[in-house]
């Protein structure tokens, strides 16, 4: 049986479901416990858990991921929260270079079975230090699983799985999605990290997406769909591991390929799906890998310059109507 | 020193512009008028106030997203000021930077900083430029009790008591970090903390502008002289939500009815003293009603200012080569 | 007249002429004073400038990157020293979200003339946590311009640029460069940022890249002649701004592109240099762009490891000589 | 309660060991066997033993990359450590470490680190693990004068005094950061910075090794009673540079030849005190032999060790799903 939940919803089930099942798994960040954080994704585990396994934090966050990564070396299997992906700078050295490195440079004899789950993005007017999409960054440096899901139902399984995982996750929801709805089972279950999820099929464009931009595809493809253009919208739901087979198969299927992220071009995912594409597909593909992403500037607050910033449906369509046309030079 | 009558009125016309802005800025955060973040500083202006009097225009200022009444006291116009929380190009950011970013280097403004604890090295890195210019030029920076908690906070106080550098670290305690009360994030008074870095430290009473005008004076007085920084622990509150959507659910309705009563809201306890003192109430409501009246403009001006045009976004990014 | 330096020696030259020319130029960081700064760059600084302008760091890096942003904002020109790229993680709040945004979020009323020196690299057996190489990541968030010169020349004459620049400059240096020797000439000059340098010209396959491997691809591209493979070596010194079009032009000419650097494969400037020449000249391409860079692991110390991990003249070799033929599942 | 003879011939050996281990070290260094990095500890030996002979095996411990001696002290096999130095396949980490990240959980070695500070909440975090798990176990981090001004010092140090965590913070003042004399950075006594955050703290003479494992014994009994953390100030010295090369422009041949003199050297000090004990100088003669012939095992494992191969490269960076 499955019901229609929100993503916060879905996420505060798996954490709950995973702190019922395993006593070892605590959560701690700022303001997480009675006010059960800032998008209420920790409403409820502190009367259900107690303050020793809903930690709340000074505002230290690379102290308290540092103490994270300790915990999650003896025993333990925190799941700390970054209220804001922006704060992953403050915390960079425990993530990057401890995190990431420790099992390498241990010869792997120590696991860090840690989550760091924050949220990201912008669309909401809170500026240039509250707005940013950090993924390509976790993704550049080796060592740390990269998953945004964007529904409810990847929401659930994968936190569930990252929290099982052996290695440090960093798990990047988008402050716009918590109150988007979506079904989800009734029963438990969990989703492999590392399966791209193709969320429409079609024949004639790919769509290469994750998190929120996923929905923006969909809507995409729906308008598109009625101008008879067939677009695949591929949600790569994980950057670290990537799944390229996936991400090639759809490549040399429709030949015609857009990345979308909400994230900076320069050197931001789109490059490096643009890159591994025209390496392993060259003679598959119909024309270039097009990109649709933020533009490289600081995301601004007043609303009509952040849609101009950050990538919008009629960018997607553009790029599409691009492939689809023989003119190289459109896009 | 203390304030003479007409410098308290001038505090306390100040004060008054501070509530009047925050309390219409909520208004247009409800109207859906601003968009993104908001975190009044209304209960708080006694701190904002005080301090930026005993500066002068060419000081140097940092502070946070709850800034707004600093930036304001600072010299801020606050139509600039509004005009950027609703993201309008007549903004003193031309709407770029939003409610956390009021930025004006024309009165010393460095920057409202929405990462808790940066505007301290940034404001002891504007007090060493001072210093090393031969100017005597002091640097003040604003932030909260849970800051104190931040390695930004660490790092920049020890940076300011290593090098002796002019700058006044303020900290508004007004106890709580976002919904977390302090007392659940440090085990001594943050003073405490300050001092081991070696600065002297003064506590005050954060709601009474008088006393706030005075240890900043001091501490102004001992930075321009070059003998380095102070750590100042200002005692108040925030009488609305965190941010705008706080559901408050930390704090009884009792707890925030007492702040607001005559003997601790720190317009009331001015305008008290201001009685007291015999200024007139006539005199005073003239000043209400200048007050309010310019909030009003001051919402016009802002309502009927533009969103910058498209063609902006690639400004303002990069200096071009002279 | 030209004399031939050292790498370190041209750094220290234009700090010098910089810090003479101009009495707002300021340096300051760790151990930089009396000692002369751990690869030797700021030698001899103390003694003609004292210690004001020369101002020995706690060891505080998100403090005084911080420090020196507020100290830009209001008169002077701080160049700080980063000892290592690696620790710009515990800078990375003062780098990213105050000197990459400050001007934007100040809506152009602040400038941030600041140049954040640093080195990078592997290759000494450092290990994972000092031998990073971090300018994908510098070069992805927008508002700070990076720059990564190879030789003595072009070091002295863009660090110099750099500290007349307005705007905030990541400097990078390698570690295996300082003791590195060429020509630079006696007189004053400097070098414009943002321009690219063919390094050697050639026809059949452009090699691009920037830092220590522009040494590692000269010497390919000498052994390469003897084949009678006519290589291209174009040095983009610096990132931000890119130079597009040399970067375009040297592609449209060969065809054939591999780009080098010692950064990791995800997301670095390789991806964007392939996804920019295959958006922008796809039909000029006689073949994919390829990468040759490190491997996707923290780099080990070893040293057998570290010389896997890291590119090689042979891997940059066989990249070329997979160009060159017609089997494109070559490399 | 004090080292009884036997006892302080075990922490003699373990100091010998460190000194010897070190000194081989450095020959292998400049024989070029070693690469990259080495920041040797010679003249630190009695923090490494004193403060070690405290802790139970299966207690945590986090050190920088001058850890070698406590790394030795808590019982890593010196053979792994001196072919990781060598970057063998038979090292602690396998050679992909090196000097600076020994590592090996099943002694409660979390691990050196090469980022100053960063060792410090990582052993909160395992305090915190301890703690939470119900065990008795305890942590300790080592770190230097230096780190003091390290945020990442500030934070951790917080975390355990509000949390009031089973860690020891025992900082090593060899009264220089690299090159720098500590008193360039800081303006106040380490201890006295420690002490803010609401911890008791403690001086010791770092080179006594009875006096460092009773004050760390005493601090050991605090944390496993549940009583939280303590700051421990050890004063020490090294002998060497700070790494292979470093010219010591910093400081006089008469400060280094002064430490390393009968009354300061911690070894000389413990040697005087065995035979003050009435141990004799043959036993110690035996004791020193051995350590020696163990070191010359050591070089010659490593030596004989194989690098890793290059099919190693992908191996111990993800642990694969069970
Ligand atoms: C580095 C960082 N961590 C967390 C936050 C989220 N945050 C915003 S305000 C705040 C509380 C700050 O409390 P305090 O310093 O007491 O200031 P107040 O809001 O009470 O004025 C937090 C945690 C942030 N902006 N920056
Ligand atoms: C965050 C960071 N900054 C700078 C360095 C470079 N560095 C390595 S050791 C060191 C000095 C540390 O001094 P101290 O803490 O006193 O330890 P000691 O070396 O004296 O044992 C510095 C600055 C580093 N490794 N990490
Ligand atoms: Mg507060
Ligand atoms: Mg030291």
Known sequence: MMREIYYNQALREALHEEMNRDPCVFVMGEDIGLYGGVFKVTEGLLAAFGPQRVRETPISENGFVGAAVGASMTGMRPVVELMFADFAYVAADSIFNQAAKMRSMSGGRVTVPLVIRTQQGGGRGNGAQHSQSLEAMFAHIPGIKVVLPSTPYDAKGLLKSAIRDENPVVFIEHKLLYSTRGLVPDDEYTLPIGQADIKRPGSDVTIITYSRCVLQALAVATQLAEEGIDVEVLDLRSLVPLDRNSVLASARKTGRVVVVHEAHRFCGVGAEIAALIQEEAWDELHAPVRRVTAKDVPIPVAPSLEQAVLPQEHDIMAAVRCLMSDNKNCS | ?322
């Open chain 2, 1 to 322: 020193m203390p304030l003479d009558t007409p410098q308290l009125l001038a505090c306390y016309r100040t004060m008054l512009l501070i509530r009047e802005f925050e309390e219409r800025a909520v208004k247009l955060y409800k109207l859906g008028e601003i968009k993104g973040s908001l975190h009044p500083c209304v209960g708080q202006e006694a701190t904002a106030a005080g301090a930026c009097f005993a500066l002068r225009r060419d000081d140097y200022l940092t502070c946070t997203y709850r800034g707004h009444g600093q930036a304001l006291a600072k010299g801020l116009d606050p139509k600039e000021a509004m005009a950027e929380l609703l993201g309008k190009v007549t903004g003193c950011s031309k709407g770029k930077g939003g409610s956390m970013h009021f930025t004006d280097p024309r009165v010393g403004l460095l920057g409202e900083n929405a990462i808790v604890g940066a505007g301290v090295p940034i404001a002891a890195g504007a007090a060493l430029s001072a210093h090393m210019r031969g100017s005597d030029q002091v640097a003040i920076t604003f932030f909260g009790d849970g800051a104190v908690n931040q390695g930004l906070f660490a790092e920049g106080a020890n940076l300011a008591a290593v090098w002796q550098l002019p700058l006044i670290l303020f900290c508004e305690n007004n106890q709580y970090s976002e919904m977390t009360p302090i007392t659940a994030t440090t085990r001594t008074p943050l003073h405490v903390r300050a001092a081991s870095y070696g600065m002297p430290t003064v506590e005050v009473d954060g709601n009474d502008v008088e006393a706030v005008y005075e240890v900043t004076q001091a501490a102004v007085t001992r930075a321009r002289a070059g003998a380095g920084p102070t750590f100042i622990e200002a005692h108040t509150y925030r009488l609305l939500g965190h941010m705008m959507g706080d559901t408050e659910v930390y704090r009884t309705k009792a707890e925030v009815a007492e702040w607001r009563g005559e003997q601790r809201d720190p317009i009331k306890r001015t305008r008290a003293a201001l009685l007291a003192r015999e200024v007139s109430s006539a005199t005073l409501a003239i000043i209400e009603a200048a007050v309010v009246a310019t909030i009003n403009e001051v919402e016009q001006f802002a309502r009927a200012s533009m969103l910058p045009d498209v063609s902006e976004v690639y400004e303002d990014i990069w200096v071009a080569a002279a």
